[in-house]
């Protein structure tokens, strides 16, 4: 069986551009700057919240957290004429929103604990921008780069058959393959089949991850001169590394659909107490 009659080993997939990371990387920079900056002359006292430039930050730093709705709307609506940019644009303004409204915020309130209320809504919102990086990281090891295409589980499958298939082919032509060796791919064949929970395919993952690089290091030990080992010991190393990143992709998109429980109602928390807050504040 042939390569393109499947799929791509994994050394042969795509790879991230790594060109597109700079913009992130500048904004990244630019935030954390700011957040120095913030901390630094907190005491100084150029912003206050009540009035003036504090007042109208803090205003658009909570409307800007309010447009983060728009996402997981246009998710649910990707048709709706009314939210006129794709999807993937409004992920993109999502994440800066996420982070650009909290820094706002900040200093809107000069990076100092205030009231109760002030206090609680500070508190969620920095609950909220936690679990945004967290379900940024889960994101971006189950996609191919920030703004990528899912990584389907169907590819690796495909990828872990075809160098398991080029493993036996190479094992019939020269018996290159140890009792060690498939001793190792069955219990890697074994192990995967014991992802149905979080919990399970965190073990899974775990395991499988020291395994095939304990394998691998000792597969780098034991190559010979002969350029079919050689080609043997790459399809090893295929297979592999496929069944490292099926362990590591089951984990983690489970662990995705458990955070997107969570995230949401962090969410509305924070909606419900900045609420409270600007009307605590125009009340009294």
């Known amino acids: 069986m042939h390569a393109n009659s499947v799929g791509l080993t994994p ?12 913009p992130i990387i500048v904004f990244s920079m630019l935030i954390i700057l700011l957040l120095v900056l913030g901390w630094q002359m907190r005491d100084e006292y150029f912003i206050t919240a009540q009035n003036g430039v504090g007042y109208a930050l803090g205003i658009i730093g909570g409307s800007m957290m309010l447009l983060l709705l728009i996402y997981p709307l246009k998710k649910r609506f990707p048709q709706s004429k ?93 018996n290159s393959i140890s009792p060690e060796q498939m001793k190792i791919i069955q219990h890697c064949e074994h192990k995967l089949q014991k992802v149905n929970t979080v919990f399970g395919s965190l073990s899974t ?62 969410f509305f928390m924070l909606v419900i107490t900045g609420f409270v807050h600007v009307y605590a504040v125009h009340r009294y």
Not at 11 to 22: D, G, I, M
Not at 236 to 241: C, G, P, R, S
Not at 242 to 265: D, G, Q
Request: glycine share 4%; charged share 15%; aromatic share 10%.
């Open 11 to 22: 050394s042969q997939q795509p790879k991230p551009n790594k060109n597109s990371r700079v």
């Open 205 to 266: 993952s775990f395991s499988l991850s020291l395994t095939t690089r304990f394998a691998q290091r000792r597969l780098k030990k034991e190559i010979k001169a002969s350029s079919t080992e050689i080609e043997t010991l790459n399809h090893l190393f295929d297979y592999l590394q496929a069944v490292r990143k099926i362990a590591n992709l089951a984990f983690y998109e489970r662990l995705f659909s458990l955070w997107h429980l969570l995230h949401m109602p962090i």
């Open 82 to 174: 009314l939210l006129f940019f794709s999807t993937r644009n409004w992920f993109r303004i999502h994440m800066m929103l996420g982070i650009v409204g909290p820094l706002l915020v900040l200093f809107h309130c000069n990076f100092s604990l205030g009231s109760t209320n002030s206090n609680i809504t500070l508190a969620s919102m920095i609950l909220m921008v936690s679990s945004g990086l967290f379900g940024r990281f889960i994101y971006g090891k189950i996609h191919h780069g920030l703004y990528g295409n899912k990584i389907m589980l169907q590819e690796l499958l495909h990828s872990k058959i075809l160098a398991r298939e080029q493993i036996n082919d190479s094992a019939l032509a020269v």
